[in-house]
């Protein structure tokens, strides 16, 4: 079975910066475009960043484009966010997530347990 496992989340201050980790296994990562997703509490999961199965294409939310960075090595079967100036917005439990693209969607195939990232003074 595939698994996801999430690390680099922690407690920053506003204006920091932290970069977090997602190491796939089980499944032929190469193949499956990235996401990462935030949800804090009482708001819907929210979509924060893609990339595409060979990193050549990348999406952002609005909230995080400029600050954010979405990568990935597949030689290391891992993605990475970069996040800088982070902002108490920011909080949440972040989540990646693997899906297949199935040539105008993207299928949910494997997800994380995810990471807290707290901002605050």
């Known amino acids: 079975q595939g698994q996801l496992v999430e690390s680099g989340g922690g407690l920053v201050q506003p204006g920091g910066s932290l970069r977090l980790s997602c190491v796939g296994s089980?499944?032929?990562?190469?193949?499956?475009?990235m996401r990462w997703y935030r949800q804090a509490p009482g708001k819907e999961r929210e979509l924060v960043a893609g990339?595409?199965?060979?990193?050549?294409?990348?999406n952002y939310a609005d909230s995080v484009k400029g600050r954010f960075t979405i990568s990935r090595d597949n030689a290391k079967n891992t993605v990475y966010l970069q996040m800088n100036s982070l902002k108490p917005e920011d909080t949440a439990v972040y989540y990646c997530n693997a899906a297949l693209w199935t040539g105008n969607s993207y299928y949910d195939a494997y997800w994380g347990q995810g990471t807290q990232v707290t901002v605050s003074s």
């Open positions: 089980g499944f032929t990562f190469s193949r499956y475009g």
């Open positions: 990339i595409i199965s060979t990193g050549g294409r990348t």
